[in-house]
């Protein structure tokens, strides 16, 4: 994946921090640093949209909701807890 790369070495740092990044844990120092690699080299920024998306899709279709019953059984007990503590 070096093929696009000024230094062969910044494509597998690059990959090697892609999760950190895409979870916003890269030091401020370092985030300006992958973000241009990732925007100058096509595998790597190709690598990381495809993985932004597939981040997208988990969330989007693998969210579970709690039953209806359970939310009102939920939101009556924290109606009765307010009303006595008041």
């Known amino acids: 994946m070096s093929g696009d790369c000024a230094e062969p ?9 892609l999760q950190e990044y895409l979870d916003g844990e890269v030091p401020e120092t370092r ?19 495809f993985e932004e998306q597939l981040r997208a899709i988990v969330r ?12 009102e059984r ?9 009303a006595t503590a008041s």
Do not use: M, T, V
């Open 74 to 82: 939920i939101r009556i007990r924290l109606a009765d807890g307010a």
């Open 31 to 49: 985030l300006g640093e992958i973000r241009d690699h990732l925007s100058a080299c096509y595998p790597c920024g190709d690598r990381a949209s």
């Open 60 to 71: 989007r279709e693998c969210a579970d909701r709690a039953p209806e019953a359970l939310i």
């Open 9 to 17: 070495g910044d494509c597998q740092e690059a990959l090697d921090k």
